[in-house]
């Protein structure tokens, strides 16, 4: 089976400050590599991704960075808000139609 | 908001009975795909429907199943429920044509089986 690990469940930063989540990933054939957030009663909500043939893609305050030599999958969330606090996955999809989740990073931003 | 509506948000079920989620998608897309998400985990894929044909299917037993209508809304029905079913369901709706990455979870439906 696929396995989309955590390094860290539980992150705190200052408000302000710059966020980097970080995610393991083992399957080498992944095409796309997605980053969703998901706040308390809410269902995720897709932030950004990558494709497999990229190593860096920016979004509004979020970079993505992808090391495929070390399979590792890393979100910078640049000026961290309050409105930043929740839960991040990772998330591959190989060829077909099933994206494999890792088990989330809480994000707490402390004002 | 995402335009992708669930419901009913909450449920309970007895162990044993059957139960039968709703989804109705985003405009415009017509790929569906389900996931349950037990609490603390991320979301497990079920299974997805295109054109109102499966499409794909992660791990899980034939007691769950699902269907698609011509206007791309989906059920997911599960049978025989068990303890362990108790988790979020959510479905995420996408649009084929995009590459399927960008997808749209509505807010779930929460489902406790005693």
């Known amino acids: 089976g696929e396995s989309v690990g955590l390094h860290l469940p539980t992150l705190s930063v200052q408000e302000g400050d710059n966020s980097i989540i970080n995610c393991a990933y083992s399957?080498?054939?992944?095409?796309?590599f997605i980053w969703y957030k998901q706040e308390s009663g809410k269902g995720p909500q897709f932030i950004i991704d990558?494709?497999?043939?990229?190593d860096k893609r920016q979004g509004q305050r979020v970079t993505v960075l992808l090391n495929k030599t070390v399979k590792h999958l890393s979100l910078q969330i640049a000026a961290t808000q309050p409105g930043d606090s929740a839960v991040y996955f990772c998330?591959?999809?190989?060829?077909?139609?099933?994206?494999?989740f890792g088990t989330g990073t809480s994000l707490t931003v402390i004002p | 908001e995402t335009g992708v509506t669930q419901s009913p948000t909450h449920l309970i079920k007895t162990r044993g009975q059957q139960v039968t989620l709703r989804c109705s998608s985003q405009?415009?897309?017509?790929?569906v795909s389900w996931y349950q998400q037990a609490l603390g985990q991320g979301p497990q894929f079920i299974f997805q429907?295109?054109?109102?044909?499966?499409?794909g299917r992660g791990n899980f037993p034939p007691r769950f199943s699902g269907l698609q209508f011509p206007n791309y809304s989906s059920e997911l029905n599960v049978n025989a429920l068990e303890l362990d079913d108790s988790a979020l369901y959510l479905c995420?709706?996408?649009?084929?044509?995009?590459?399927?990455?960008?997808?749209?979870f509505g807010q779930g439906t929460r489902l406790t089986v005693v």
């Open positions: 995420a709706s996408s649009s084929a044509g995009t590459g399927g990455t960008e997808a749209f």
């Open positions: 998330a591959e999809k190989p060829t077909g139609n099933q994206f494999y």
């Open positions: 405009s415009g897309h017509n790929t």
């Open positions: 990558i494709r497999s043939n990229m």
């Open positions: 429907y295109y054109r109102e044909e499966e499409n």
């Open positions: 399957n080498s054939a992944s095409d796309y």
